[in-house]
């Protein structure tokens, strides 16, 4: 079936371009000797996570424990929770996972470490930590190489729990001195360091240059279009590289230089800014503005002329967040569907 024919608006992904994004970046990691951990947060999809594995990731990385089971139902066995993990259902919850796969997350309080030292030892099961450490990224994350230092300390001594090391985001060469420092004091209190963890896609070289032992990237998967003029790492994007498309129908021409989709920010959400998105079949056409439902096209500098029915495919400027906004999924390769996937990991933001 041509993606044509598909009801919309729909999200179809090119699988040709998502595999080759998903082996570039293995590449760009084994090159500078550095683990891959695979984010899933853009794609919330096990399949995927299991291309980004046989390419070479180590495990893979979510932001949500939602995500974290999606994954771990489907066989994957190295897991890391980049997220605090608060309160009893989501404590019990973890601890569960915890029987099914290997399981690591991140803390940045004793308080959330005691909290998930508690459940564990209610339960029986060991769960792995790494300290935050915020070193720029003015999120989440011990403020000091000192604080790091006494939170490793006190996790070490937490029945239930396995200090496993460091992780910060995003990787940030202005880190060095506080990385240093951190590595430093884990060293001489014999603390463990088995994981030194960096994110961000991009910043792959940055992480290895703070002696990181693994990266986790994640946008790479789709890239996107907020993206378009490089990431600032050397690498040339171009819409191509963006594998994540969503196919529209013009519902109305309500004048010669205005024409309206389908879809408005239900399908694509708001962030960020305008413009909204690159549209495949004519590059003259400005996706300028959005309703809850309906998507503006401004046609004036477009040679063709558009009529109710005809289809526009759309990559939006901010693939993420169109993911958690969609029931199914098309794969497809030459603009023809080859599968279609129930969208497993929407809505999974607890
Ligand atoms: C904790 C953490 N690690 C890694 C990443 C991956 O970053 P990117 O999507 O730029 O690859 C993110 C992105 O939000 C993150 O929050």
């Known amino acids: 079936m041509h993606i044509y024919e598909i009801d919309t608006p ?22 500078l000797g550095i683990d891959l951990r695979g984010h899933t947060k853009s794609h919330k999809n ?16 979510c932001q949500k424990l939602g995500d974290a089971e999606n994954m771990a139902q489907a066989g994957i066995e190295d897991i890391l929770l980049t997220y605090n993990i608060v309160g009893k259902y989501k404590l019990r919850r973890l601890c569960k996972l915890a029987r099914l796969t290997s399981i690591t997350v991140t803390v940045d309080s004793l308080a959330v470490a005691q909290g998930i030292s508690d459940q564990a030892s209610e339960d029986g099961v060991i769960i792995g930590v790494l300290i935050e450490i915020d070193t720029g990224g003015n999120r989440t994350g011990v403020q000091s190489p000192t604080a790091a230092e006494n939170l490793a300390k006190q996790v070490s001594n937490l029945p ?42 991009g910043a792959e070289s940055v992480s290895k240059a703070l002696g990181f032992t693994e990266h986790r990237s994640g946008s790479y998967v789709y890239e996107g279009l907020s993206r378009i003029n490089g990431r600032g790492d050397g690498t040339d994007l171009s819409p191509q ?3 994540l498309r969503v196919v529209t129908t013009v519902v109305s021409v309500p004048t010669r230089s205005r024409v309206i989709v389908d879809a408005g920010m239900k399908t694509f959400r708001m962030f960020p800014d305008m413009p909204y998105g690159y549209i495949i079949e004519d590059t003259n056409l400005r996706f300028d503005g959005m309703s809850v439902e309906h998507g503006q096209i401004n046609s004036k500098n477009s040679e063709n002329s558009y009529q109710v029915g005809d289809k526009l495919t759309i990559i939006p400027t901010y693939q993420e967040g169109v993911t958690n906004l969609h029931d199914k999924i098309f794969w497809m390769r030459n603009d023809h569907v080859e599968r279609v996937f129930k969208n497993i990991g929407r809505g999974k933001v607890q």
């Open 160 to 201: 239930g729990l396995r200090l496993k090391g460091l992780m910060t985001y995003p990787s940030l060469i202005s880190a060095k001195p506080v990385i240093d420092e951190a590595v430093e004091r884990f060293i001489n209190s014999g603390l463990s360091l088995e994981i030194i963890s960096g994110g961000g896609t």
């Open 46 to 61: 096990p399949e995927i996570a299991k291309m980004q594995i046989e390419a070479g990731s180590k495990g893979v990385v």
């Open 10 to 31: 729909a999200i179809v992904i090119d699988v040709d371009v998502l595999e080759k994004n998903i082996k570039d970046m293995a590449n760009h990691c084994q090159n």
């Open 241 to 243: 590289r963006c594998p």
